[in-house]
């Protein structure tokens, strides 16, 4: 009697840190991200402290991507989701069919993230910018604006768990030290092209090429994952051959083919840049903006 009634209290303590331990997992916070770069800069900020998922399958296309019904179970289950803006309207859509009550993040609507666009690429201003869908999506290739957008970032992770918000904000503040020094490395890797003609496939680039001085003369496919009509494409080749560009640039995610054909009629060379990443070689977010300059170094030369 003496010895069960020694070890029904060692048992009874196994279970109840067992269930703590449970209880203590459970409390992370998930995190549902839609598209690659991003996910990975928030999966940075996150650490240890919480799980952050990834909508956009790798490979995939968010001007074409089709979510399925599984995919409305996985954000009914998130205490947060980050979006671009715009670009990622199917992820708000998820959100609002599943009916949860995760905080959502949009980029876009954040006012700091808004007025540095306005402050470093006026010239790219849209005529409505009241809309926060009004400016170009493609923010999160342009590392700067990115480095601003880490504290928003931050706090709404800290919103869903108050108890981690010091190391959320410690890591977004050395995300953003390394992302303004990547700036300074990607200036430096393209000034031999400063200036040059720049063709890529879709507009995903116009901040990337205002921050490190390319001359974007046209996009290939007007609307991503639409073939241009004939009468565009006749168009950006007259553009292509007065400009005097040397390379054009397809995509990953989408159909080159487009690109392929223009590359052959102007004569140049085609190269294919990636916006989105996620693959070997380009898998976090600093290794796809290296790998994307190493491309366009090459191609512009």
Do not use: C
Not at 84 to 106: K, M, N, T, Y
């Amino acid at each position: 009697m003496r010895t069960r009634s020694r070890v029904f209290p060692v048992r009874l303590l196994l279970a109840s840190l067992a269930l703590a331990s449970l209880a203590s997992a459970s409390a992370r916070p998930t995190v549902v991200v839609s598209i690659h770069p991003l996910y990975d800069l928030v999966r940075q900020v996150v650490g240890e402290a919480g799980d952050v998922q990834r909508m956009l399958p790798i490979g995939a296309s968010p001007h074409v991507f089709d979510p399925t019904p599984r995919d409305v179970a996985r954000v009914a289950d998130a205490d947060l989701v980050v979006t671009v803006g715009a670009i990622d309207a199917w992820l708000r859509d998820l959100l609002e069919a599943a009916g949860g009550g995760a905080v959502r993040l949009e980029l876009l609507a954040v006012e700091v993230v808004r007025a540095a666009l306005e402050a470093d690429f006026p010239d790219l201003k849209p005529a409505d910018a009241r809309s926060v869908l009004a400016w170009n999506a493609h923010v999160w290739l342009d590392p700067r604006t990115m480095a601003v957008a880490l504290p928003a970032i931050a706090e709404a992770l800290a919103a869903v768990d108050p108890a981690n918000a010091a190391g959320y904000a410690a890591r977004a503040e050395a995300l953003a030290i390394d992302l303004r020094a990547l700036d300074a490395e990607l200036a430096a890797t393209l000034a031999p092209v400063r200036g040059a003609p720049f063709v890529p496939f879709h507009d995903a680039w116009p901040y990337f090429a205002a921050r490190y001085g390319l001359d974007l003369v046209v996009e290939i496919e007007p609307f991503p994952g639409r073939e241009p009509s004939p009468a565009y494409l006749a168009m950006a080749l007259g553009l292509i051959r007065d400009s005097g560009a040397a390379a054009l640039f397809s995509e990953a995610q989408l159909n080159r083919r487009p690109a392929e054909v223009v590359a052959d009629e102007a004569g140049v060379a085609l190269f294919e840049l990636d916006p989105i990443g996620g693959v070997a070689g380009r898998e976090g977010y600093q290794e796809l903006l290296r790998w994307n300059a190493a491309v366009l170094l090459e191609g512009l030369r």
